[in-house]
């Protein structure tokens, strides 16, 4: 008679398969942060390239004395701030360390969503290297603010019609409105600088916008292109442009940042393009269109910093 063989294959236990599992936690723990210190470093070094490229451009233009192409901008691709691959850094043989500070080469600190500003000066005689962000030094912006929060803590929104299509606009004078955003306005908001304008629907927030130019509307005039920064409510920055209009409040005339927008639909008009997640990141992509875009250059005097 034929024997039965036992059967001797065995699974894991449950105690194995928690302490595989602890052990593949314990890898993690250690590899994950590496990891992202080796993309940091990685975006770091992408940022440095960019910049000694903006340095050869601006060294160039000095030499051929080619005034409008002395100052380049870079958009940095850093995620954290401040430098975390290296200490010091070297840039086209100048040479910074972080414990420096402000040199006459050198200004401010790189910071994730930020910029390095390459110029020459004509009075030191020197390039610049000029880190600016979010995170910068000396910075009297809350680039963390939540700009449609503002709005929402006035109570306007609930005391106006159902989908009622609202506008709010900072220069309209004897607004009742106007006085009650203002009133939550942070000292350090960009509210504080420019030109804003609230507008779209009062109960629907993807229809709900607000447009922002560094530009004084009233002093530039009705019909002017101006470039603008256009905040969705329900998430989300764009840059675009408007045409600045004539307006009239209780026969007192204003410059509104954009003529009336009759249909919600005609919102998609001002938010093409690329989608920029925060403000930080937004007012660069804006400075820069300032900076370089020709027909905006005349109103690099009204960026804020």
């Given at each position: 008679?034929?024997?039965?063989?036992?059967?001797?294959?065995?699974g894991?236990?449950?105690?194995?398969?928690?302490v595989?599992?602890?052990?593949?936690?314990?890898?993690?723990?250690?590899?994950?942060?590496?990891?992202?210190?080796?993309i940091?470093?990685?975006l770091?070094?992408?940022?440095?390239?960019?910049?000694?490229?903006?340095?050869?451009?601006?060294?160039?233009?000095?030499?051929e004395?080619?005034s409008?192409?002395?100052?380049?901008?870079?958009?940095?691709?850093?995620?954290?701030?401040?430098?975390?691959?290296?200490?010091?850094?070297?840039?086209?043989?100048?040479?910074?360390?972080?414990?420096?500070?402000?040199?006459?080469?050198?200004?401010?600190?790189?910071?994730?969503?930020?910029?390095?500003?390459?110029?020459?000066?004509?009075?030191?005689?020197?390039?610049?290297?000029?880190?600016?962000?979010?995170?910068?030094?000396?910075?009297?912006?809350?680039?963390?603010?939540?700009?449609?929060?503002?709005?929402?803590?006035?109570?306007?929104?609930?005391?106006?019609n159902?989908?009622?299509?609202?506008?709010?606009?900072s220069?309209?004078?004897?607004s009742?409105?106007?006085?009650?955003?203002?009133?939550?306005?942070?000292?350090?908001?960009?509210?504080?600088?420019?030109?804003?304008?609230?507008l779209?629907?009062?109960?629907?927030?993807?229809?709900?916008?607000?447009?922002?130019?560094?530009?004084?509307?009233?002093?530039v005039?009705?019909?002017k292109?101006?470039?603008?920064?256009?905040?969705?409510?329900?998430?989300?920055?764009?840059?675009?442009?408007t045409?600045?209009?004539?307006?009239?409040?209780?026969?007192?005339?204003?410059?509104?940042?954009?003529?009336?927008?009759?249909?919600?639909?005609?919102?998609?008009?001002?938010?093409?393009?690329?989608?920029?997640?925060?403000?930080?990141?937004?007012?660069?992509?804006?400075?820069?269109?300032?900076?370089?875009?020709?027909?905006?250059?005349?109103?690099?005097?009204?960026?804020?910093?």
């Amino acid at each position: 008679m034929q024997k039965k063989e036992k059967n001797t294959c065995k699974g894991f236990t449950l105690v194995e398969l928690i302490v595989v599992l602890v052990i593949l936690a314990i890898l993690a723990a250690f590899m994950i942060p590496a990891l992202i210190q080796y993309i940091e470093r990685s975006l770091e070094a992408s940022d440095l390239i960019e910049v000694r490229a903006a340095y050869i451009d601006v060294l160039t233009a000095v030499t051929e004395q080619d005034s409008d192409n002395m100052r380049k901008t870079v958009r940095l691709k850093q995620k954290q701030d401040d430098w975390q691959s290296r200490d010091p850094i070297t840039i086209a043989g100048v040479t910074h360390y972080k414990t420096q500070g402000d040199t006459a080469n050198w200004k401010g600190t790189p910071a994730a969503g930020g910029e390095c500003k390459v110029y020459y000066d004509s009075k030191a005689a020197v390039i610049v290297f000029d880190w600016q962000g979010k995170s910068t030094a000396g910075s009297t912006i809350n680039w963390d603010e939540k700009l449609h929060g503002i709005l929402d803590k006035t109570g306007i929104l609930s005391k106006l019609n159902y989908n009622q299509y609202f506008e709010i606009d900072s220069k309209c004078p004897n607004s009742s409105m106007v006085p009650q955003v203002k009133k939550e306005i942070g000292s350090d908001s960009l509210l504080n600088r420019g030109t804003w304008a609230f507008l779209g629907s009062s109960t629907n927030e993807s229809n709900r916008y607000l447009f922002w130019t560094s530009v004084d509307t009233d002093t530039v005039g009705a019909g002017k292109q101006i470039p603008v920064i256009v905040s969705r409510a329900s998430g989300g920055f764009y840059i675009s442009e408007t045409i600045t209009a004539a307006r009239s409040n209780k026969d007192k005339s204003y410059v509104a940042i954009a003529d009336h927008i009759n249909s919600f639909n005609t919102f998609k008009d001002y938010t093409t393009g690329t989608k920029y997640d925060t403000l930080a990141e937004a007012y660069a992509a804006y400075k820069k269109q300032v900076e370089d875009d020709v027909r905006f250059q005349q109103y690099k005097n009204t960026l804020p910093e």
